[in-house]
């Protein structure tokens, strides 16, 4: 008797699990096809989803179990606010900006490695006027990866006109991005000329303390 009973329990139990195996696998799969995909993050990652919001606000409910689709939805939401450059001032505006930011910050529960999304946070604080306004983020973004061509470019744009541009570590952070554009990757030196121009005052005289000694002719040609 007690062993016909465990056996019915053993069955019944793997019949569940491979109900919820199937059920996690199907919705797995819905979402991953429906879920609108960002390009790189660079200047251009803010094109605009065509997609409809009421779809974005009801997400496919793997979404929710996964953070780099959640992070597909964050970067989809932030879109129109990111293209826009500029702090969100209507309410709609506003809205989307705080329903990217809480998808972001869902992401990267589940996802703390991701670079781009703590980056996408970081964008998204630095336009709110509470707060370190994304230096913790940002330091997040660099820490989780540190050498990362893909997010080089938008990164060394946030710190550039960050609030926190005198934080000893962040600026140690930054260096390596710049490093990384003039050693590695010279063809990405016109994100270096982007992040100067977009700069504050801080962030053009720093640049140029860590571009001059590495490169003194380029150095030069941001003035």
């Known amino acids: 008797m007690p062993m016909k009973y465990h056996s019915t329990w053993f ?10 195996l199937c059920w996690f696998s199907t919705v797995t799969i819905f979402a991953e096809a429906t879920t609108p995909r960002t390009p ?15 779809w974005l ?3 496919p409910a793997a979404a929710s179990l996964r953070g780099d689709l959640l992070s597909d939805i964050a970067f989809a939401r932030a879109a129109p606010i990111l293209k826009s450059g500029k702090a969100a001032t209507s309410s709609e505006m506003r809205e989307a900006q705080q329903l990217a930011l809480t998808l972001a910050r869902r992401s990267v529960l589940l996802a703390p490695h991701s670079s ?20 913790g983020a940002l330091k997040m973004s660099y820490l989780t990866s540190p050498a990362a061509a893909d997010v080089a470019a938008a990164r060394l744009s946030t710190f550039a006109v960050s609030a926190a541009i005198a934080d000893p570590e962040l ?4 260096r390596g991005d710049i490093r990384l554009i003039l050693t590695r990757r010279p063809d990405m030196k016109d994100a270096i000329v982007r992040a100067y121009r977009r700069g504050s005052a801080d962030g053009k005289t720093y640049i140029q ?3 001059r000694p590495l490169d003194p002719e380029f150095a030069a040609s941001l003035q």
């Not at 069955?11 to 919820?20: C, F, L």
């Not at 790189?40 to 009421?54: F, V």
């Open 209 to 211: 303390e860590v571009v």
């Open 171 to 174: 600026k140690d952070l930054a």
């Open 11 to 20: 069955r019944i139990a793997t019949s569940q699990a491979a109900v919820i």
């Open 57 to 59: 606000l009801d997400q």
């Open 116 to 135: 781009r999304t703590w980056l996408l946070i970081a964008i998204l604080q630095g336009r709110e006027s509470i707060g370190d306004r994304g230096a």
């Open 40 to 54: 790189g993050l660079t200047e251009a990652l803010a094109a605009r989803d065509t997609r409809p919001d009421a």
